[in-house]
């Protein structure tokens, strides 16, 4: 079975601050991993994906992700954080490729303070 | 890149009615949707998997007749929410798949019922 950790549901930084949001997860196969970014009343939008190439994977706006399988970690990262950037963040696995079922983690409220 | 339209966007309707949100893949073809529903400050719920020219698979302790799903061509799929009522109140949010990719999200439908 697989399974996706959010550690904090509610991660809170200052504008231009480092913002990590943190995702550990359990597989007893290779895991796909994946990060999502939802804004207020809209869909779920990929951030960036693991897909057992690099275990250093860089998204779109800014944010990276690094995949450590000691850890069984994959968390995201982004070096300055912008007002934009407030919203819910998923961390997602799938165990058959990018096409299998995703289990979602519980999510994270990122808040960014001026 | 691959877009994913959903409709409506947002719903009120009395308790007893029934309720159809369609999924479009616009610009390729979807064998495979997914269906999730979104409590309020919560994570996405798998609901079925969605497939085309056969019957939907349901996520345990999902009611069937309760959420109809049809998959009748390669770019859409519906959701219907029979005989609804104020417990079906929820976000209800579609997925799809290009090909090999990672699953591309619907902007959601806010189900209101009274």
């Known amino acids: 079975a697989q399974s996706v950790t959010q550690l904090g549901s509610h991660v809170s930084v200052s504008e231009g601050a480092l913002v990590l949001l943190r995702c550990n997860y359990s597989?007893?196969?290779?895991?796909?991993l994946f990060w999502y970014v939802q804004y207020p009343n809209q869909g779920l939008q990929l951030l960036l994906k693991y897909t057992s190439a690099a275990t250093l994977v860089k998204g779109i706006n800014g944010f990276e992700a690094e995949f450590k399988k000691s850890e069984t970690s994959f968390h995201l990262t982004k070096p300055s954080a912008h007002m934009s950037d407030a919203a819910e963040y998923f961390c997602a696995v799938t165990r058959s490729g990018n096409t299998g079922k995703l289990i979602f983690g519980q999510g994270t409220t990122l808040q960014v303070k001026p | 890149g691959a877009v994913v339209s959903q409709h409506p966007s947002r719903v009120i309707c009395k308790s007893g009615t029934s309720v159809k949100i369609e999924c479009r893949s616009l610009d390729f073809q979807a064998t495979t949707m997914f269906w999730y529903r979104q409590f309020p400050k919560q994570s996405l719920m798998l609901m079925a998997t969605?497939?085309?020219?056969?019957?939907?698979?349901?996520e345990q302790g999902v009611e069937k007749d309760k959420f109809l799903i049809n998959h009748a061509s390669l770019t859409l799929s519906t959701l219907t929410v029979t005989s609804a009522h104020p417990e079906d109140s929820s976000f209800y949010i579609c997925s799809a798949r290009p090909n090999n990719q990672p699953q591309h999200f619907g902007d959601g439908t806010r189900l209101s019922i009274l």
């Open positions: 969605s497939n085309e020219g056969s019957k939907a698979t349901y």
């Open positions: 597989s007893s196969v290779p895991p796909y």
